[in-house]
């Protein structure tokens, strides 16, 4: 485990591995590393969020944030971004092995509800679906990379919930007991129609 990464940060840094691997970037400047999140602009809770994930792993580097069309671009620079987030590499994530190291999968079964609101508020969301007629909510989470999908099975099989393959690309929660408990877990009051950005915040600041 990186040796300036302590218990009190392992909340953030959960839910940030999870925002990562959805829609983290870690690029090579001249002189140090940038982390970015891209989320749509409407999102600005989750935003908000993310920015302060960033700054409790991070105390006193600045986080920037740029628009880029309808997207707003989540960023902070530090060298020890390849460190924190060892999965980074040369190209796209689904075109090579996403793999935890064994300290990131201790703090993931430490933390599973924030790895697992990362992964849904990123490449996720909780939607409605219409089954005989009548209207259910469910949760999904879709992404290209094979390991990164098994990685969100695996991190419901933490909290007991009953994940299925909707697709090649698409993990679904639609189990009433599982949509109830994440709703729970999230901070959704009963009968909530939020979309991914307005999912209630799990960290402190």
Aim: glycine share 8%; net charge positive; proline share 8%.
């Amino acid at each position: 485990m990186p040796a300036d990464l302590d218990a009190a940060q392992h909340a953030a840094y959960s839910y940030l591995l999870g925002m990562y691997l959805g829609d983290g970037y870690i690029g090579r400047t001249p002189r140090t590393y940038r982390l970015e999140v891209s989320l749509h602009k409407r999102q600005a809770r989750v935003i908000e969020r993310v920015a302060r994930a960033i700054s409790v792993l991070r105390p006193g580097h600045p986080v920037g944030l740029r628009r880029r069309g309808p997207v707003t671009v989540v960023n902070a620079y530090s060298n020890a971004w390849p460190v924190l987030f060892p999965q980074h590499g040369a190209g796209r994530k689904h075109q090579r092995p996403i793999v935890l190291e064994p300290w990131q999968r201790s703090i993931v079964e430490q933390h599973p509800v924030e790895f697992l609101q990362g992964c849904i508020e990123s490449d996720g969301c909780r939607h409605r679906r219409i089954v005989a007629g009548r209207n259910y909510p469910a949760y999904s989470f879709t992404n290209h990379s094979p390991d990164i999908l098994q990685l969100f099975v695996w991190a419901c099989g933490l909290l007991r919930l009953h994940p299925r393959q909707a697709n090649r690309v698409t993990i679904s929660l639609a189990r009433r007991a599982d949509v109830a408990t994440l709703d729970s877990l999230f901070g959704l009051g009963e009968g909530a129609e939020p979309s991914a950005g307005s999912i209630s915040p799990l960290l402190t600041p």
